[in-house]
């Protein structure tokens, strides 16, 4: 398809799709990671009450 | 609460501004590929981010021999945060690799030996994940996970050399010469220089993203086992 081009093909779109992609699920997992940690150490500070009234 | 060691901060910010240089490098320091044009940009993230998928899943098989050989739960959660963040950046070359795809082999997808055993490798350990929500023991769970993540390793090299052991359209990028290679990938030395300089990003970014899930892995092992103190 390329063989007989002068210029490089327009193919923009496709690289702006490609980051996308690579930055949102990079940002996701972050954001995953950090939710995880947040509930983890509320679900610590309840647990350790419940032990103290224990 | 967890305090964050001074090192891990460090780590962070130098993860964080080796991003945006590698960044900076792919759009702006790297010439345009004459034919492929602005899609080969996503060539070097694409690779890096299937190299922090390989290495990921080398870090677990290792954790994995050494949890079998001391039982020692740490290992089993090494192992399992190495596998997640793994399964992350196989997920993003994958996609990131299809895309790539469409304009330049006019085809989303295609069965060809990398794409595949690279699908078959994220399947095989999205399944260990599965397998570890379905044991409830820990110690059960952790053995299992270490003998999965061991033999699962295996699909990693079949990844790795399948480009060169099959007949495929997908370009090697180390040792293009290669018999039986189809495709072939020369790049620039400033090409060569940025897709270098991802490969160690994206290193720094496994080393980060490890510590921290492993934090969150032990903070997890933490809380379970005052839930299981606490059922008592």
Redesign the interface.
């Known amino acids: 398809?390329?063989f007989l081009?002068d210029a490089?093909?327009?193919?923009?779109n496709?690289?702006i799709?490609?980051?996308a992609?690579?930055f949102g699920?990079?940002l996701i997992?972050l954001i995953s990671?950090n939710l995880?940690?947040r509930n983890?150490?509320q679900?610590?500070?309840v647990?350790?009450d419940?032990?103290e009234k224990? | 609460m967890q305090t964050k060691p001074r090192l891990l901060t460090v780590l962070d910010f130098v993860t964080a501004a080796l991003f945006v240089l590698a960044t900076g490098m792919v759009f702006f320091y790297a010439p345009l590929e004459a034919v492929m044009g602005q899609v080969q940009r996503v060539f070097y993230f694409h690779v890096a981010a299937g190299w922090v998928g390989m290495l990921s899943f080398l870090v677990a098989a290792i954790a994995g021999v050494v949890y079998l050989t001391s039982t020692n739960r740490k290992w089993d959660i090494v192992s399992l945060s190495a596998i997640e963040i793994g399964i992350v950046f196989a997920f993003i070359n994958i996609v990131s690799g299809s895309i790539w795809a469409r304009p330049i082999w006019n085809t989303w997808w295609t069965w060809d030996p990398r794409l595949t055993t690279a699908t078959v490798m994220e399947l095989i350990y999205a399944a260990y994940l599965m397998l570890r929500q379905g044991i409830e023991d820990p110690d059960r769970r952790a053995r299992f996970g270490a003998v999965y993540a061991i033999v699962g390793f295996v699909s990693v090299p079949l990844t790795f050399f399948s480009a060169r052991l099959f007949r495929t359209i997908h370009p090697i990028v180390i040792g293009t010469n290669e018999a039986g290679a189809e495709g072939d990938f020369d790049m620039t030395p400033m090409m060569l220089q940025t897709f270098m300089f991802s490969l160690l990003t994206f290193t720094f970014i496994f080393a980060d993203l490890l510590w921290h899930r492993i934090r969150v892995g032990r903070l997890a092992d933490k809380v379970e086992q005052l839930r299981l103190k606490t059922i008592e």
């Open positions: 398809m390329f081009q490089p093909a327009n193919t923009v496709y690289m799709a490609g980051y992609v690579i699920v990079m997992y990671l995880r940690q983890l150490n679900d610590l500070e647990l350790k419940v032990e224990d």
